[in-house]
């Protein structure tokens, strides 16, 4: 049920920046901004439940926090390039995001390859 209000709050905001686009373009980007800010709110408040359950791996949490972060900042920016025309930006940020995790994770794969390891012999 609180999907379906996020994606109702998402559809009202999509409606009135198309509503203002005619009167002030200018303030489709507010629009637009505010909609993004509501729905980051949302999902913070449903990271706590996640958070919760995971709290026998706390050694991870920390990297999937940012993983989380660097994907949906990263698709934000990416987002706001495209719909600005800056497709090349766009595709430049995600690469960065891609680059990024894939580093912040070698730590994670390295121990996994040791505990296997281990396990085998």
């Known amino acids: 049920m609180e999907g379906i209000k996020v994606i109702m709050a ?3 905001g999509v409606f009135l920046a198309a509503v203002l686009k005619s009167v002030k373009s200018e303030m489709t ?3 637009a901004a505010g909609v993004s ?10 990271l706590s439940v996640i958070v919760e359950q995971l709290k026998m791996l706390q050694g991870y949490i920390g ?18 390039c495209r719909d600005n025309g ?33 396990c085998i012999g």
């Open 10 to 12: 998402a559809l009202a």
């Open 29 to 31: 980007m507010l629009v």
């Open 37 to 46: 800010v509501l729905i980051l709110f949302y999902i913070l408040s449903g």
């Open 63 to 80: 990297i999937s926090g940012k993983y989380i972060g660097i994907s949906y900042m990263t698709q934000l920016a990416a987002d706001i």
């Open 86 to 118: 800056q497709t090349a930006v766009a595709g430049q940020l995600e690469v960065f995001c891609k680059i990024t995790i894939a580093a912040l994770g070698m730590p994670v794969v390295l121990t996994l390859f040791e505990v296997v390891t281990k």
